[in-house]
């Protein structure tokens, strides 16, 4: 396993044996992102520091202590406090994972105070950051039901409406190209305002937030390749790799390159 340059302050982490889930330890950081989302489901717990959780749903001071529960394509920010460093894990769980251990959306609270599952989180988590082990995805595995179980919310799975998907879908396939509201609308023959609504709601965000993500999404997958900063950017339709470079690190709140260097598997 290649080990990331000591002086960085986050390693990214996914093994070929368990490729639906991704690891990110952040350590002594300050560093702030713009709102953005995942389309993974992200669940978050400090290991020193506080930071603030922004969410659709309000503001949370994130400490330790509490897991963080971000759902698939849910804009979200978690900045630093007064300026204060603070240490991290990230766990971005695919949602096929979530949907073969039957996990039902949406989730009953963005931030849940549980101390037994907490800390059997940061056990597993922490003993999966350091190596890969079949034993330490079966609990992870079974983590992860337990959680659902205790918090999904009830009633039925939450479904996208097919012409909702479908526009999904396109924004997800034209990578390179931006489409305004405007091209979507008569696309797919539904009224912007009607669209943009609806969207929001099935999604939470907007079509154009949808698209920028899925982007950074691709881009770190091109980078987890191997694949250049040049040709990532050319692939995800930025202008350069400055653009690239800045837009990456908004979202991320690490560069293309440290994102690459970083990525462990």
């Not at 007064?82 to 009953?108: A, N």
């Not at 479904?159 to 091209?183: C, G, K, P, Y």
């Not at 800045?246 to 994102?259: D, I, V």
Request: aromatic content about 12%; some cysteine; charged content about 20%.
């Amino acid at each position: 396993m290649k080990q990331a340059p000591f002086s960085t302050t986050s390693k990214l982490i996914r093994y070929p044996q368990f490729p639906s889930v991704e690891i990110r330890l952040t350590t002594k950081s300050d560093r702030a992102y713009e709102a953005h989302s995942h389309p993974t489901l992200s669940l978050g717990v400090m290991l020193e520091g506080q930071t603030l959780f922004h969410t659709p749903n309000g503001e949370f001071l994130l400490q330790k202590g509490a897991i963080a529960v971000i759902e698939p394509h849910t804009q979200h920010s978690c900045n630093p406090y007064k300026e204060t460093k603070r240490s991290y894990f990230m766990v971005y769980i695919d949602r096929d994972l979530c949907l073969e251990k039957q996990c039902i959306f949406p989730l009953s609270t963005p931030l849940i105070y549980h101390k037994a599952l907490h800390d059997e989180f940061v056990r597993i988590i922490t003993a999966l950051s350091q190596d890969y082990s079949p034993l330490h995805v079966k609990a992870f595995e079974s983590w992860l039901v337990s959680f659902f179980w205790l918090y999904s919310s009830s009633g039925a799975l939450k479904s996208v409406d097919a012409t909702l998907q479908e526009i999904a879908d396109f924004l997800e396939n034209r990578m390179d190209e931006s489409v305004s509201l405007d091209e979507l609308s008569k696309r797919f023959n539904i009224n912007a305002f009607v669209l943009l609504r609806r969207f929001k709601k099935a999604f939470g965000c907007t079509p154009k937030h949808y698209w920028l993500d899925m982007r950074i999404h691709h881009a770190k997958k091109l980078l987890q390749e191997g694949v250049s900063l040049s040709l990532c950017a050319q692939y995800c339709g930025f202008v350069d790799q400055s653009h690239f470079h800045r837009f990456f690190k908004r979202r991320t709140a690490l560069t293309p390159k440290e994102y690459q260097v970083n990525f462990i598997q």
